[in-house]
T-cell receptor, first 115, second 114 residues
Framework: AQSVTQLDSQVPVFEEAPVELRCNYS??????LFWYVQYPNQGLQLLLK??????LVKGINGFEAEFNKSQTSFHLRKPSVHISDTAEYFC?????????????FGTGTRLQVTL | KAGVTQTPRYLIKTRGQQVTLSCSPI?????VSWYQQTPGQGLQFLFE???????NKGNFPGRFSGRQFSNSRSEMNVSTLELGDSALYLC?????????????FGPGTRLTVL
């Protein structure tokens, strides 16, 4: 069975500072990895995904993530955050085996950006 | 392309009633998945439909059911509502190409059970 651990439930950060949101996964098979963002009263928006290939993945809004197989991690980073980045961020995994679409999500990290 | 749409956006029901939520996927997407989001349990997978067949199911009681139509639109039904069913229900569609299909989410339906 797969599982996803987001180590920080909340991350406060000042505007223009760098940020890292941590994600570790556990799976007995190869996985695809995703980061989604959720703004208040909205659905989930895809930030980036790792399927294969380069371990550094670039996404929208200046975010990037690095896949580390040995540490089973997929941490999300942004070099300089903006107030508008305040939102809930979810890491998710999906099995490579089979074609059924099922995401297992972490518990989310609330990013709070202040002036 | 238009995104995933869900109707209604907000719903208030009382215990014991049943409810039907609707989801229209992105044009050309053949897979529709449903998730429940609550503050206590987070995001949990309910089920996935592909070509009108349930292909995958999460760990939810039989009161939760769904279906998919030939145009890929999907509905989920919850019977005999309980207070704990209050949640944001998210629908996601994916193209099903077999290569790490990305799921694209709708805005959700906020269900409140009184």
């Amino acid at each position: 069975a797969q599982s996803v651990t987001q180590l920080d439930s909340q991350v406060p950060v000042f505007e223009e500072a760098p940020v890292e949101l941590r994600c570790n996964y556990s799976s007995s098979v190869s996985v695809y990895l995703f980061w989604y963002v959720q703004y208040p009263n909205q659905g989930l928006q895809l930030l980036l995904k790792y399927l294969s290939g380069s371990t550094l993945v670039k996404g929208i809004n200046g975010f990037e993530a690095e896949f580390n197989k040995s540490q089973t991690s997929f941490h999300l980073r942004k070099p300089s955050v903006h107030i508008s980045d305040t939102a809930e961020y979810f890491c998710a995994v999906s099995d490579v085996v089979g074609t059924a679409s099922k995401l297992t999500f972490g518990t989310g990290t609330r990013l709070q950006v202040t002036l | 392309k238009a995104g995933v749409t869900q109707t209604p956006r907000y719903l208030i029901k009382t215990r014991g009633q049943q409810v039907t939520l609707s989801c229209s996927p992105i044009s050309g997407h053949r897979s529709v998945s449903w998730y429940q989001q609550t503050p206590g349990q987070g995001l949990q997978f309910l089920f996935e439909y592909f070509s009108e067949t349930q292909r995958n199911k999460g760990n939810f009681p039989g009161r939760f059911s769904g279906r998919q139509f030939s145009n890929s639109r999907s509905e989920m039904n919850v019977s005999t509502l309980e207070l704990g069913d209050s949640a944001l229900y998210l629908c996601a569609s994916s193209p099903v190409t077999g290569e790490g299909d990305t799921q694209y989410f709708g805005p959700g339906t906020r269900l409140t059970v009184l």
